[in-house]
C-alpha cells in the first residue's frame, strides 16, 4: 500500500507567476484535501475534493483552483503568486470506512 | 466554526519526564478527534485518534481520552524520549468533513 507523495518537494517562484503541485492519493482512498502551512503556524484548510468534485473550501481567495482526476490524485493551481503564499503545502488523502487523513509530505513553496 | 485551543508553547522537559499537553475544541456535534505530529522539515503524521466520547487513543506510549463534557483531548506520555521532540497538533474533524488545527505545541526534549 503506498503512501500519499507530493512533487515537487521544493520549488521557488516569482511573484506574479503560476504554479502547480501535485498529489498521489493513498490507494483506497477517493477523497483529497489541501492545507496551507505558514512557517510557525497550523494547517489552514484550501479545499476538498470528492470523486472528481470540490466538496468544501476554506477561507481562500478563487486563484487557489484545484483539480482531481479519475485516479484519486489531484493537482493545487495557484495563480497570480503574492510573496505570502510562501509555506508549506499538505496534501492529505482519506476514504473508505477510515475517518482518518494521511498526509503527505508537502510541498515547500517560496515567492520571491 | 470549529476551532482548537491549544497548550501554549514552546514546552521542554527533560528525558523521561511526564508530558501533558492541553487541547480544548468547539465543533458542532461530536467530531472526531486527532493529535498529529510534525517532525522538522516533514508533513504531518497521525499519533492517535478517538471517534466518540470517553474514547482513548493510543500509540507509541501516547494517550488522549475524548472528554464530551469539557470538550477536551489532552494528549500524555508517562515518559518522553528525546525522539518525541517535535511538533504536536490537536485536530477535530468536523462535519464540514476538514480538519481543524491550532496553533500547535512545541515539544523539546533534553537527554
Known amino acids: 500500500e503506498t503512501g500519499v507523495t507530493q512533487s515537487p518537494t521544493h520549488l521557488i517562484k516569482t511573484r506574479g507567476q503560476q504554479v502547480t503541485l501535485r498529489c498521489s492519493s493513498q490507494s483506497g482512498h477517493n477523497t483529497v484535501s489541501w492545507y496551507q502551512q505558514a512557517l510557525g503556524q497550523g494547517p489552514q484548510f484550501i479545499f476538498q475534493y470528492y470523486r472528481e468534485e470540490e466538496n468544501g473550501r476554506g477561507n481562500f481567495p478563487p486563484r487557489f483552483s484545484g483539480l482531481q482526476f479519475p485516479n484519486y490524485s489531484s493537482e493545487l493551481n495557484v495563480n497570480a503568486l503574492e510573496l505570502d503564499d510562501s509555506a508549506l503545502y499538505l496534501c492529505a488523502s482519506s476514504g473508505g470506512t477510515a475517518t482518518e487523513a494521511f498526509f503527505g509530505q508537502g510541498t515547500r513553496l517560496t515567492v520571491v | 466554526g470549529d476551532s482548537v485551543t491549544q497548550m501554549e508553547g514552546p514546552v521542554t522537559l527533560s528525558e523521561e519526564a511526564f508530558l501533558t499537553i492541553n487541547c480544548t475544541y468547539t465543533?458542532?456535534?461530536?467530531?472526531?478527534l486527532f493529535w498529529y505530529v510534525q517532525y522538522p522539515g516533514e508533513g504531518l503524521q497521525l499519533l492517535l485518534k478517538a471517534t466518540k466520547a470517553d474514547d482513548k487513543g493510543s500509540n507509541k506510549g501516547f494517550e488522549a481520552t475524548y472528554r464530551k463534557e469539557t470538550t477536551s483531548f489532552h494528549l500524555e506520555k508517562g515518559s518522553v524520549q528525546v525522539s518525541d521532540s517535535a511538533v504536536y497538533f490537536c485536530a477535530p474533524l468536523g462535519s464540514a468533513r476538514q480538519l481543524t488545527f491550532g496553533s500547535g505545541t512545541q515539544l523539546t526534549v533534553l537527554p
Open positions: 465543533a458542532t456535534g461530536y467530531p472526531s
